[in-house]
Nanobody, 118 residues
Framework: VQLQASGGGLVEPGGSLRLSCTASGFSLDYYHISWFRQAPGKEREVVSCISSYDSATYYTDTVTGRFTISRDNAKNAIYLQMNSLKPEDTADYYC????????????WGQGTLVTVSS
């Protein structure tokens, strides 16, 4: 049973990246998924969430209008499309999955580093 985040890299300001959160050994259909990020010297923050039953979404204010979270149940994956990237988006991004809407997460993926720099 594993959750894995991928898709990070180096991109110039204004560029785009798509992060993937994939699961092995369990189905993401029944899990609420959250993307987090943590920049050096800063606290972890929730970037975006998508619910399991109705795919309702949430975005933190600083990414609203630029990031889009989506799920592909056929591929057992959650995506975070990040457009118009800014240097302040530079961080280690990782995903978490939980069956309950609140409370502790059941699974965590390892981080994928996003660096926005010219």
């Amino acid at each position: 049973v594993q959750l894995q985040a991928s898709g990070g890299g180096l991109v110039e300001p204004g560029g785009s990246l798509r992060l993937s959160c994939t699961a092995s050994g369990f189905s993401l259909d029944y899990y609420h998924i959250s993307w987090f990020r943590q920049a050096p010297g800063k606290e972890r923050e929730v970037v975006s969430c998508i619910s399991s039953y109705d795919s309702a979404t949430y975005y933190t204010d600083t990414v609203t209008g630029r990031f889009t979270i989506s799920r592909d149940n056929a591929k057992n994956a959650i995506y975070l499309q990040m457009n118009s990237l800014k240097p302040e988006d530079t961080a280690d991004y990782y995903c978490g999955a939980r069956r309950a809407r609140t409370g502790p997460f059941d699974y965590w993926g390892q981080g994928t580093l996003v660096t926005v720099s010219s």
